[in-house]
């Protein structure tokens, strides 16, 4: 009994200890990227040579926001941290992680207005990120404090991630940045326009479903629910540390299960449960009271809905004959640009690629223009956005430019011209026009006020461009004429979080949430004039013409956006002045009690020293220690575990134990990705044991010792460009195995077994004592067609892998192996019938080709298996083995049902299979003579066939947010009649 909770114990350190090594493709530079650094008093700022003045930026704004983040949050400055400044990735988007302890910040601004609001980019990210920081140092206390001594920094993060839910790390973080800041998410509308009309439209969920999202009904991320609910329980208990103290508590103990909800039990007096349903009430009488009075506007739908399964019909654009072109996405629809005639009516789509979603379309004529990331082969820290077009009436797609940093696209009328935001590798943002055929840049305007520009688009009469502009005072709207480059203020810098501006002769329609929900404006440019357009419930939003007297735009619905039209009647608009006051402002308490409301207004222009920073000095970095978990669930293992913070160099010493052997061995693993290929070594020295079963009255094992190490070069790139994933591995290795202290407990060193007392079996499988050299090379190909939420398998694909392993040099032993393995994907062939009901029904067939030498000889070594067996039998031994398998997989139900906070299971799906096999090869046996043996062999060519079904649950357990795919498989061996019931763990989604 103390065996095995010593064993749980370890797993369950394990488990939360994830030390992911093999296979690891780590997000790193190129090679010739030149690294220097800045040190403050509580952070090592690195950055790439040439981004010295945003270093230094942001350098002043974490040391100016140090010390007051930490006021609700543990009053403790966490110890210096790293902060990596990523400029080559397009994508906008940061993030703190320990394992190594770092944060890195995407330094590319996003486009979409609603997402930054009118905070400039890099002072947004520093906010929020570091908030994560204090909340990392909030964690090291009680237990957790002396896991992560005891363990490192994986186990104290697991542990945190373990005790509190992920809603309340960044609901915190982005309350955080609501509450300090002029703007915020907090304070934007269409941040929680879903889960506000969700609320108001009778679709209140229970806390399990809001935490842990769902396949049937559209849920808002962690980040709405986090923030309301944080907001909520500060304004509720007039506590400002009534966070600190939940997560103190939960933090001490968090290897007890439902922690979190405990502590909030200690500290508020009721149950997690209990406090998320006083804030659904708080909210829905609050958004309630909201809209109470509110007479929404008139308008006409344009799209037909054939479900309420939640899509939007986003940014619509109208083409030269009167068709509508949207951005389609939702629950069951991967992003895709579809067109409709004025009645609805679906004429054409086209998928689109790695959607860079900056808020917005542009067109003229029938092309669409639009931004997509593209990304770099090799290096996964280095992306590009770049604008493609598709002309509806050729059906041409094709990428404008290549390998640029453009976001936010704008046609001109006629067609010739485009206007962009170009972020460079110094962080400054350009006006840029392009030629709209070739991409070639026709002007650039220079940006000496250093400031931000986003969505812009040309003017109606193409003379000139207009689009928001983000300094540190805020947001305004500007137009600049094209030849003169002169700029011309239309609405003046504030901290209204204007969006999408449209600019006809007569006015400049917009978007804002002047009110407090995002509607449609117009200034009349001639008056200066300012109206309200529409009166939503929910938000409206995206306005373009569709003609002269008609505004087509996006009205929110309970079941997404849809496309609807009004009759522009300027004599029935709101003056601003008029307008009545819906703003909500549910920070306001939050933002007194952190006494900082503009906290980003005084940060100071200290010059710090910059020094050259050296990935060799720094490439070990040892941050774990004990046991951790790894895919082989037959192995208990544990270890010292290194990565440097620019994530090059990766290293490992441990021990790992085998539960089905009963035997153990030391290990060292090495990876260093700052290279063009990888380069893994492996070393590994422990004791191995087989044990064949009773054989001829005697227990047969096998015993060796066993040491061997595997070098390997590979070369990972990510080829994807359009509407499929599609990635290509090459790799080469060489190996070496050396098998001594060989011992069968029956017949010595041998690997002969006697089954009669004249006649033995060869174990082709065991090695006995010798040196093995081998090569290995090995070529991977996927390409996937991109997948929505709902999707189980990709709809089309294929993937090719194909392994090579034999030996070499002066090696004891002769081995050899080449194998085969390939997978197609296809729609279900009952989307013809119903494309609506059988949506995400996917046939895919796989097949498998394997051969090995395998003969009698005494040097003979034999590789492993390395495909798939078919389903019910047991990995057979064949020199030549072929498989096909056919699979039809489908969704069952989407049930929602949660078994108190124990089990919630979100969907039920099926996959019924045929598996044929054909293995080729033979048996040997040896018969004893006294001078010499004879050899015999039978065939070993079998065929196996079988059918069957699996039946899976998708489902969470104790409010984790990890989704396991577990269910039971029934196959019936066609060729042996015999029927086989399996439990089987499909996958553990983290």
């Avoid at 929020?128 to 964690?139: A, G, P």
């Avoid at 309301?228 to 939960?250: C, G, M, Q, V």
């Avoid at 059906?395 to 972020?423: H, M, Q, W």
């Avoid at 034999?862 to 064949?878: A, D, Q, T, W």
């Amino acid at each position: 009994m103390t065996k095995l909770k010593c064993l749980l114990l370890f797993a369950f350190f394990a488990a939360i200890n994830q030390c992911v090594f093999a296979q690891e493709v780590l997000s790193n530079n190129p090679t010739s990227t030149k690294w220097k650094q800045i040190k403050t008093p509580g952070f090592k700022i690195i950055f790439p040579e040439g981004f010295e003045q945003s270093a230094n930026e942001v350098a002043n704004t974490l040391e100016h926001i140090r010390e007051p983040e930490t006021n609700t949050m543990g009053k403790k400055n966490p110890k210096r941290i790293s902060i990596i400044l990523q400029r080559n990735n397009a994508v906008s988007n940061g993030f703190v992680t320990l394992g190594p302890r770092r944060s890195e910040f995407y330094t590319m601004p996003p486009q979409d207005y609603n997402f930054a609001g009118t905070n400039k980019w890099l002072s947004l990210l520093a906010v929020h990120e570091y908030r994560h920081i204090v909340q990392f140092q909030r964690s090291k206390t009680g237990l957790n404090k002396a896991f992560s001594i005891l363990f490192g920094e994986n186990t104290q993060a697991g542990m945190a991630f373990a005790a509190a839910p992920r809603w309340f790390w960044e609901g915190d973080a982005t309350l955080m940045e609501t509450a300090v800041t002029s703007s915020g998410r907090g304070r934007i509308p269409s941040f929680d326009r879903v889960f506000r009309t969700n609320l108001l439209s009778g679709k209140r969920f229970n806390y399990n479903k809001q935490h842990l999202q769902s396949f049937k009904d559209y849920i808002p991320d962690h980040y709405k629910l986090g923030y309301y609910f944080t907001a909520h329980l500060r304004k509720r208990t007039k506590n400002p540390e009534i966070w600190n103290d939940i997560a103190k508590s939960a933090f001490n103990t968090p290897i007890i299960p439902f922690t979190f909800s405990n502590a909030m039990k200690k500290h508020t007096g009721i149950y997690l449960v209990e406090n998320f349903n006083m804030m659904m009430d708080d909210l829905e009488n609050t958004w309630s009271e909201q809209i109470a009075d509110l007479q929404p506007s008139s308008y006409e739908t344009i799209n037909k809905r054939g479900n309420d399964v939640f899509t939007e019909y986003a940014f619509p654009q109208t083409l030269e004959d009167g068709s509508i072109v949207i951005y389609k996405t939702g629950l069951g629809d991967v992003g895709q640009l579809v067109r409709y005639d004025s009645e609805g009516n679906q004429i054409d789509r086209v998928v689109t690629g790695v959607n860079n979603n900056t808020g917005m379309l542009t067109s003229t004529q029938y092309k669409v223009y639009w931004n997509e990331y593209e990304f770099d082969p090799r290096w996964r820290a280095k992306s590009y956005s770049v604008i493609k077009s598709y002309d509806f009436a050729t059906g041409d797609l094709k990428r404008i430019t290549k390998k640029t940093r453009y976001s936010g696209a704008g046609i001109s009328p006629d067609g010739y011209r485009l206007v962009t935001i170009e972020n460079d590798l110094e962080n400054k943002n350009n006006i840029v026009i392009l030629d709209a055929i070739s991409g070639n840049v026709i002007k650039k305007f220079s940006n000496d006020t250093d400031a931000q520009y986003g969505m812009p688009s040309y003017s109606a009469d193409g003379e000139s461009v207009v689009m928001i502009k983000i300094t540190e005072t805020g947001k305004s709207v500007i137009s600049i004429n094209v030849e003169t480059g002169a700029e011309t203020t239309l609405i003046e810098e504030s901290n209204e979080n204007i969006g999408y501006p449209v600019l006809t002769d007569q006015y400049l329609f917009y978007n804002s949430p002047f009110n407090g929900i995002d509607n449609i404006y117009a200034l009349e440019l001639t008056t200066k004039n300012r109206f309200q357009i529409t009166k939503s419930k929910f938000g409206a939003y995206n306005p373009n013409l569709l003609d002269d007297k008609t505004l087509v735009y996006n009205e929110h619905t309970p079941n997404g956006l849809d496309i609807v039209k009004a009759e522009l009647a300027p004599g029935s608009w709101t003056p601003l002045e008029n307008v009545v006051d819906r703003n909500v402002r549910y920070y306001e308490e939050i933002v007194e009690q952190e006494g900082h409301a503009d906290l980003l207004s005084g940060v100071p222009d200290k010059q710090y020293e910059t020094k050259n920073y050296s990935k060799l000095g720094h490439a070990v970095n040892i941050h774990s220690w004990g046991p951790f978990a790894s895919t082989d669930v037959n192995n208990i293992q544990a270890g010292i575990y290194s990565q440097d913070v620019l994530s090059t160099t990766k290293m490992s010493v441990g021990y790992a134990y085998d539960v089905e052997e009963e035997t153990g061995y030391a290990s060292a693993k090495f990876s260093y990705q700052g290279l063009y290929p990888i380069f893994d070594l492996e070393i590994q020295k422990g004791n191995r044991t087989s044990n064949e079963g009773v054989i001829n009255g005697d227990e047969l094992i096998f015993d060796w010792k066993e040491e061997g190490a595997l070098g390997e070069l590979t070369v990972p790139l990510l080829l994807t460009r359009s509407k499929y994933n599609r990635q290509l591995n090459f790799s080469a290795g060489v190996g070496y195995t050396d098998v001594y202290d060989f011992e069968n407990s029956v017949l010595g060193s041998s690997r002969l077994a006697p089954i009669s007392d004249t006649l033995a079996f060869f174990f082709r499988d065991i090695q006995s004592n010798g040196k093995l050299f081998y090569n290995k090379l090995g070529l991977t190909f996927n390409n996937f067609f991109k997948r929505n939420s709902r999707d189980i398998l990709s709809q089309w694909g294929q993937s090719v892998a194909l392994e090579s392993y034999k030996s070499a040099y002066d090696s004891d032993f002769e081995g050899s192996l080449f194998a085969l393995r390939m997978a197609v994907y296809f729609p279900s062939p009952l989307q013809l019938i119903s494309k609506n009901v059988f949506k995400h029904h996917v046939l895919n067939f796989r097949y498998g080709y394997q051969n090995r030498l395998g003969d009698l000889s005494s040097n003979l070594y034999y590789f492993r298996n390395r495909i798939n067996k078919p389903r019910g039998y047991s990995y057979p031994l064949h020199d030549e083995f072929a498989s096909f398998s056919a699979n039809y997989t489908f969704p069952l139900i989407y049930p929602d049902i949660a078994l108190g906070p124990f089990l919630n299971i979100q969907r039920i799906r099926a996959n019924a299979f045929m598996d044929f096999g054909r293995g080729i090869g033979k048996n040997y046996f040896v018969e004893y003579q006294e001078n010499d043996p004879l050899v015999y062999f039978n065939s070993n060519t079998e065929d196996y066939q079988s059918i069957g079904v699996e039946v899976l649950v998708d489902f969470n357990v104790l409010r984790f947010p990890t989704m396991i795919s577990t269910g039971i498989r029934y196959s019936y061996l066609t060729t042996t009649n015999e029927t086989n019931l399996e439990f089987v763990v499909i996958d553990v989604s983290f």
